[in-house]
């Protein structure tokens, strides 16, 4: 996870500076703590990796980390996890429209996420992306593990000329077999 991080880092500094000097500071091992204690979670391993590389991006900042989305605070994140954990039952009355084991890391604005799945919903293995889509039922898996969602987003900058890079950073190529989507009604 580490040397993904790095590269990802080299790549954001050297191509998309701008959005590079937007990232906020690491969170340090005491802040990842005290959020874990606040909002009563265990974080994987993974996601506190990541917060201890960045800590999201600047709230005030619109243009997209990836897949037209910003990259969440991990304080926001855990603060709409628990608001739409709270919906289930009332306004989320669909098994599965969200779950309780969903982390948002990305969000696009307009309500829709790419989640941290901890619980390996619809295919039984945690810590797997996918995609929450406040009004559609489609969920979509997009990779196996957050180490193999960056990866993908080196290998994005990796293949793409700088010319062809747009608001919307979005990904074309998953990892064999992904995206694998499901559908709750």
Same mark, same amino acid.
């Given at each position: 996870?580490?040397?993904?991080?790095?590269?990802?880092?080299?790549?954001?500094?050297?191509?998309?500076?701008?959005?590079?000097?937007?990232?906020?500071?690491?969170?340090?091992?005491?802040?990842?703590?005290?959020?874990?204690?606040?909002?009563?979670?265990?974080?994987?391993?993974?996601?506190?990796?990541?917060?201890?590389? +960045?800590? =999201? @991006?600047?709230?005030?900042?619109?243009?997209?980390?990836?897949?037209?989305?910003?990259?969440? /605070?991990?304080? #926001? *994140?855990?603060?709409?996890?628990?608001?739409?954990?709270?919906?289930?039952?009332?306004?989320?009355?669909?098994?599965?429209?969200?779950?309780?084991?969903?982390?948002?890391?990305?969000?696009?604005?307009?309500?829709?996420?790419?989640?941290?799945?901890?619980?390996?919903?619809?295919?039984? +293995?945690? =810590? @797997?992306?996918?995609?929450?889509?406040?009004?559609?039922?489609?969920?979509?898996?997009?990779? /196996?593990?957050? #180490? *193999?969602?960056?990866?993908?987003?080196?290998?994005?900058?990796?293949?793409?000329?700088?010319?062809?890079?747009?608001?919307?950073?979005?990904?074309?190529?998953?990892?064999?077999?992904?995206?694998?989507?499901?559908?709750?009604?």
């Amino acid at each position: 996870m580490q040397n993904t991080l790095a590269t990802l880092d080299q790549h954001l500094s050297q191509l998309r500076p701008e959005l590079y000097a937007n990232l906020n500071a690491p969170l340090t091992e005491d802040a990842i703590a005290a959020l874990e204690k606040s909002y009563g979670i265990a974080l994987p391993a993974d996601v506190k990796t990541l917060y201890q590389w +960045k800590n =999201g @991006q600047r709230d005030d900042y619109y243009e997209a980390f990836v897949n037209n989305s910003t990259f969440l /605070p991990l304080q #926001e *994140a855990l603060e709409i996890a628990k608001e739409l954990t709270g919906m289930i039952g009332y306004d989320f009355e669909i098994e599965n429209w969200w779950h309780a084991a969903w982390i948002p890391l990305f969000h696009n604005g307009g309500g829709d996420y790419i989640c941290y799945d901890t619980g390996g919903v619809f295919t039984g +293995k945690q =810590g @797997q992306l996918l995609k929450f889509w406040h009004d559609d039922g489609e969920r979509k898996v997009i990779a /196996p593990g957050l #180490e *193999a969602f960056l990866q993908i987003i080196n290998q994005y900058y990796e293949d793409t000329d700088p010319a062809a890079f747009d608001e919307f950073f979005t990904l074309e190529h998953y990892p064999e077999g992904y995206p694998k989507a499901f559908y709750v009604e």
